[in-house]
């Protein structure tokens, strides 16, 4: 393809350019200049965000589970990628540097994808951004970013670039390569892009065939390592659905026996009262107690430890702890002494 035609393509993806560039950058304007979203014990601190991401993350789970146990990582990580998004996003938006700018925008994206595509209350809301970003960014790859753009202004002027073939991957204009390339390029993209549209659908969803289903709508919490030893209750607690704009409130902890008489009953003035050094935080979103019941936020995992003489009178047997959220909703785990 020769430079009119080149130009015509940056062209004509201005808009996407535009769009998708400002969708970036005003992250970075969110959190760093209208309201400073990197402060880790301020409410809306992002790393507690991205913490959200971590139940239902495909591909890099371990990388988010590894910052959000490390919270200083984390804060250092959080201030990084803000940054990169500031610079992908206005550079983007620009046309300076165009074709590298759109690398950026690509892997930003396939990261918001796997880590956050599962989120959305009322939409795919989270899915949709991540896997358009992508598309977005291969778009602009190919297309460059045309005569309304840095790249045509000021490249033209840098004499001591000129005639360096290599510079067109990076920036604007025709690529150096024959028309059946570019065409199994952008074949074989699109291809690759629709194929990881469809799988992370399907993952996230069951977008493409079998029922529906949405995991930002209905709190789970999984218990595990439950025991009793002497006159304590302990027992991990770990929030893997529902909404990420507020925890769930939980209004009971119960111990039941096996005729399913209590034998052991917290309610929500007890649980809102926990005491705060009987809860071990595994990660930087925290469960704590709240004003009216115990709070545990979309992927908090914390271990909690119940004192209580009665227990210690137990005997042996098979026990059932239930766990009661605000909405009715009980989660069990059976336990034996």
């Not at 239902?56 to 984390?74: A, C, D, R």
């Not at 550079?91 to 759109?102: A, H, I, K, N, P």
Request: charged letters at 15%.
């Amino acid at each position: 393809m020769n430079e009119q035609a080149f130009s015509l393509t940056g062209i004509m993806t201005l808009a996407l350019r535009l769009v998708v560039g400002w969708t970036y950058f005003s992250a970075f304007l969110r959190r760093v200049v209208l309201e400073n979203k990197l402060i880790p014990d301020a409410p809306g601190y992002i790393g507690e965000k991205f913490n959200h991401f971590l139940p239902n993350s495909i591909g890099i789970k371990p990388i988010i589970e590894h910052l959000v146990s490390n919270p200083t990582q984390l804060w250092w990580a959080m201030v990084i990628f803000t940054l990169i998004e500031g610079i992908v996003g206005l550079f983007f938006m620009l046309g300076f540097f165009t074709r590298l700018m759109s690398i950026g925008v690509l892997m930003l994206a396939a990261g918001i994808l796997l880590g956050s595509g599962w989120l959305g209350t009322t939409c795919l809301d989270e899915w949709q951004i991540g896997i358009l970003g992508v598309a977005a960014g291969f778009t602009i790859f190919l297309a460059g970013g045309g005569t309304f753009s840095l790249d045509h202004v000021l490249l033209p002027k840098l004499s001591f670039l000129q005639n360096q073939h290599w510079l067109v991957w990076f920036t604007s204009g025709p690529l150096s390569i024959s028309m059946k390339a570019l065409n199994g390029i952008a074949v074989l993209g699109a291809v690759v892009i629709f194929v990881l549209s469809l799988y992370t659908n399907q993952a996230f969803h069951n977008g493409v065939w079998g029922p529906l289903h949405n995991k930002s709508v209905k709190p789970i919490v999984e218990i595990s390592d439950a025991k009793l030893d002497n006159s304590q209750l302990t027992f991990t607690v770990y929030r893997v659905e529902g909404a990420d704009v507020y925890g769930s409130f939980l209004i009971g902890i119960t111990l039941k026996d096996s005729n399913g008489n209590p034998v052991l009953d917290k309610q929500a003035e007890d649980l809102a009262r926990f005491p705060e050094n009987r809860i071990r935080n595994q990660y930087i979103a925290k469960v704590k107690p709240g004003k009216h019941s115990m709070v545990i936020p979309l992927g908090a995992k914390a271990e909690l430890t119940l004192d209580d003489a009665a227990l210690a009178q137990l005997p042996q047997g098979t026990y059932t702890l239930v766990l009661t959220d605000i909405t009715g909703t009980t989660w069990e785990q059976a336990i034996t002494k």
